[in-house]
């Protein structure tokens, strides 16, 4: 999972619903934090509330309701909620002066972990919503109408997918060509660093039913690219069609028919779920992207095993070997953290080993951030942040180099692109590579949704430049 800590407004959710066509409409502004599921699941709560009247809207002091779905994965991602809903605050405080409400909600993972605590630090927030009771976020509202403050936090028992409405088809035509759905939620792995097993609870699989209808209204409002969701999302794991148990593998096969998608992927995966049936669905599968993001977080053995990563350096470098015999293109994407508790120079030299052994396409690190109520927090030997610093410095210098490395080595070389969206520039169109990155080509190209081939012409920072070929 791309889980940098990225912020996204949610411009692209507008919608109206039948409801909201007699009244004026509400409007909610929904500002996203952290990992793609909470992208996807702000684009769920934007369908809940459209059901419920509310316009989308990306001007935060025009809105009636202010949503800020949050990540709790290191200190400063949660922080950042705190320094928003300050600013917020007086927003509301405006907005009240010339008799206009703001209710202000919190979702995501800060909500579920913090919950009651966010209203004592920050009172003008009206509502706190975790992750596992999105759809009742329509009755919560109406409460909070009422003048009560909602503090809903519980685990619900019911499904929350099976409750949550479905966009309108012009809807999810709007949101272009490639979607997010999420299969699989919550962890069971309990690493010593991680707050999600605690926010987003013990993993839970979607039916394949649900999995396959919702993937047929994508393609059916155009979406070419999907890419499959969990926080574990190898772990995933269902009841089939043909009444037998089915794992991701055997799930991709059967997406890769629905007529439409043509390129599938799927994240964030840990390398202990990695199973045959999945290596040889990259064998065997050519609409799955030949890229993998498989984080492995060090290359110390100590050190993972401190963190309860329950593999080895070497496990997860066999790993590697067995999936690039399958699939020889495939390209490597990671996570890192350093300074965990306890990390000496030779575990962080062995991090850098694996990092030259691997040669990765692209790459996440970042600082051990400890994260109250998570074993790691209370271990012995935290080490000083200006070693952290330097290290991180080190280890993202290699792994960027790996990732110019490799957009280098595509120059000259023709690949499929699936044409996105308009360029920022005027006569450009922004596709995608099988490995994600950006790629920029003459708007004349092809038509948004087409796959083309193009050859490769030169690399830019982080995209690349092409040519119909
Ligand atoms: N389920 C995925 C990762 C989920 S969290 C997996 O098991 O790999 C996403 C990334 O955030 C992690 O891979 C890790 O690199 C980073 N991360 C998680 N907790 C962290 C912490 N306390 N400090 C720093 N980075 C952390
Ligand atoms: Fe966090 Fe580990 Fe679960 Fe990934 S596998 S979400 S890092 S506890
Ligand atoms: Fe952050 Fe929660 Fe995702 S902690 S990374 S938003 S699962």
Known sequence: MDLNTIERNDPDSASQSA????????????????????????????????????????????????????CHIREKAAEKVYSELGRIRDMKAERAAVGREMLIGVAGCVAQAEGAEIIRRSPAVDLVIGPQTYHRLPDVLA????????????????????????????EMIKRGVTAFLTVQEGCDKFCTFCVVPYTRGSEVSRPVA??????????????????????????????????????????????AEIPGLARLRYTTSHPRDMNDELIAAHRDLPALMPYLHLPVQSGSDRILKAMNRRHTAKDYLALLERIRAA?????????????????????FEATMDLVGQVNYASAFSFKYSPRPGTPGADMPDHVPEAVKDERLQRLQALLLKQQQDFGLGLVGSTIDTLIEKPGRQAGQKVGRSPWLQPVIVDEKAGEIGDIIRVRITKTGYNSLFAELA
């Open 327 to 347: 699939r020889g293109d495939i390209a490597l994407s990671g996570d890192f953290i350093v300074g965990f508790p306890g990390e000496t120079d030779a575990d």
């Open 19 to 70: 409801a909201a066509a007699s009244a004026p409409a509400k409007k909610v502004f929904v500002k996203t934090y952290g990992c793609q599921m909470n992208v996807y699941d702000s684009q769920r709560m934007t369908d809940a509330l459209a059901a419920d009247g509310y316009t989308a809207t990306d001007v935060i002091a025009d809105a009636d309701l202010v949503l800020l779905n949050t």
């Open 210 to 255: 649900q999995i396959v209808a919702e993937a047929e209204r994508l393609a059916d409002a155009g979406v070419r690219e999907v890419t499959l969701l969990g926080q574990n999302v190898n772990a995933w794991h269902g009841k089939g069609e043909d009444s037998m148990e089915w794992g991701l593998g055997r799930l991709l096969f059967r997406l």
């Open 143 to 170: 409460r909070v109408r009422g003048g009560e403050k909602i503090v809903e936090t519980e685990y619900a028992i019911e499904d929350k997918f099976e409750h949550l409405p479905q966009p309108k088809r012009a």
